[in-house]
């Protein structure tokens, strides 16, 4: 059974700060791995996906990495910003009906 | 393209009841998922359809819980005889087909059992 491991569970920076945000996963049999931003109370946004194939993507100040050989993504966020306050969700997408498996997701806090 | 549609967002019963959460995805999205969602957790695979066929429904949390998803347009998730433990937020997210990779969410349906 996949299993998706998030740390750290929270995360507290100055505005203007780099960070990583690590996600790890036990099975590497899986069709890509994606990142979402969830705001309180609301749905989630995709943010990056990264095919099984690929290392990296990237968008905009967001850069996240894929290993599968040693189960592990991070995200990258770049010169953060208040606006980036959210909890940021990874997801292993497996099986033929291409479901998610998520981890518990990490909150992060950008202080102004 | 109007996004991912949930209906209601907010939805408060007492335990012991029926409650019936509606979907409407993307249009021409023949693929249809539902998620719960706790407090502090990342959300959990229940069920979905393919067009108007649930492939998957042995994830679905207890004989308490079905799905339909009539003419493969939108979806209902029911839960009858509600208990505490349901309280949560019910997501619903589609893609266009099997083989797109990429879900697109809806804001979700919080439930609180009372």
């Known amino acids: 059974k996949q299993e998706v491991t998030q740390i750290p569970a929270a995360l507290s920076v100055p505005e203007g700060e780099n960070l990583v945000l690590n996600c790890s996963f036990t099975d590497s049999a899986i069709y890509n791995l994606q990142w979402f931003r969830q705001d309180p109370g609301k749905g989630l946004t995709s943010l990056l996906l990264i095919q099984s194939s690929q290392r990296e993507q990237t968008s905009g100040r967001l850069n996240a990495s894929l290993d599968k050989s040693s189960g592990r993504s991070t995200l990258y966020i770049a010169a953060s910003q208040p606006g980036d306050s959210a909890t940021y969700l990874c997801?292993?997408?497996?099986?033929?009906?291409?479901?998610?498996?998520f981890g518990s997701g990490t909150q992060l806090t950008v202080l102004p | 393209d109007t996004g991912v549609s949930q209906d209601p967002r907010h939805k408060i019963t007492k335990r012991g009841q029926n409650v019936t959460f509606r979907c409407d995805p993307i249009?021409?999205?023949?693929?249809l998922y539902w998620y719960r969602q706790t407090l502090g957790q990342g959300p959990e695979f229940l069920t979905y359809f393919q067009n108007e066929a649930q492939l998957e429904k042995s994830r679905l949390l207890s004989d308490r819980f079905s799905a339909e998803r009539p003419k493969g347009s939108f979806s209902t998730l029911e839960i009858q005889r509600t208990e505490q433990g349901d309280s949560a937020m019910y997501l619903c997210?589609?893609?266009?087909?099997?083989?797109?990779?990429?879900?697109?969410f809806g804001s979700g349906t919080q439930l609180s059992v009372l």
């Open positions: 997210a589609s893609s266009y087909d099997w083989n797109d990779e990429k879900l697109f």
């Open positions: 249009s021409e999205h023949n693929r």
């Open positions: 997801a292993a997408q497996i099986g033929s009906a291409r479901q998610l498996t």
